[in-house]
């Protein structure tokens, strides 16, 4: 049992290039979220989906695009990465609205140069 | 803007030592939760207490929750250096569904 895994684990990229990072879950949970997480700031969410095809943003959305066009993939997009976008990036996944538990990935460590 | 706050910012006690961790919040909720997050690892989930609920334990965790105050406390009893983390309160919104996290508190427990 897989549960929620995030792709790359890190990554460095430069200025003004477009980055994807893939979150995967096994599932099948109708909720998914996008975690930022820096230092003097904790978790802030990005962006979030209740099911396929319905997703909204979250706290900090600018810089970023979401897609849900499966349950279970939610890729996140920087499409033009920015070095203020350098932080460790978090997927969860829950299965309704008001389940106990959000699962969370490992994360993505993101560097922009 | 953070729906929680955590105080204090970090902690550090000795092994066998309870360690309590206070979290406020802004707008009303539907329940509160505890999560604990390993350097270098994603957040795993401890405990829900419900907006109805005033006090809830497991194992060696006891949280409060005061909705007058929008306040909770996380209580966790003989510590020991595995319990070495950093604990976040998240708070899941009536009105949008969202679970919004604190800061966190930076707990170290040394042998």
């Known amino acids: 049992d897989a549960g929620i895994t995030q792709s790359p684990r890190y990554k460095i990229t430069e200025t003004g290039r477009q980055v994807t990072l893939m979150c995967h879950q096994t599932?099948?949970?109708?909720?998914m979220f996008w975690y930022r997480q820096d230092l003097g700031h904790g978790l802030r969410l990005i962006y979030y989906s209740a099911a396929a095809d319905i997703t909204d943003k979250g706290e900090v959305p600018d810089g970023y695009v979401v897609s849900r066009s499966k349950t279970e993939n939610f890729p996140l997009t920087l499409e033009s990465a920015t070095r203020s976008q350098t932080s460790v990036y978090f997927c969860a996944s829950r299965v309704l609205a008001n389940d106990p538990a959000q699962y969370f990935g490992p994360g993505t460590r993101l560097t922009v140069l | 803007s953070q729906q929680g706050e955590e105080d204090p910012q970090a902690l550090s006690i000795q092994e066998g030592e309870n360690a309590t961790m206070n979290c406020s919040y802004k707008?009303?909720?539907?329940?509160l939760q505890w999560y604990r997050q390993n350097s270098g690892r994603g957040l795993v989930h401890l405990i829900l207490?419900?907006?109805?609920?005033r006090e809830k334990h497991s194992g060696r965790l006891r949280v409060t929750l005061d909705t007058s105050k929008k306040s909770s406390s996380l209580l966790i009893t003989a510590s020991r250096a595995a319990d070495t983390a950093s604990y976040f309160c998240a708070t899941l919104s009536s009105n949008t569904g969202k679970l919004i996290f604190g800061q966190g508190t930076t707990l170290q427990v040394k042998p």
């Open positions: 599932w099948s949970h109708s909720y």
């Open positions: 207490i419900r907006s109805n609920e």
């Open positions: 707008t009303s909720i539907n329940n």
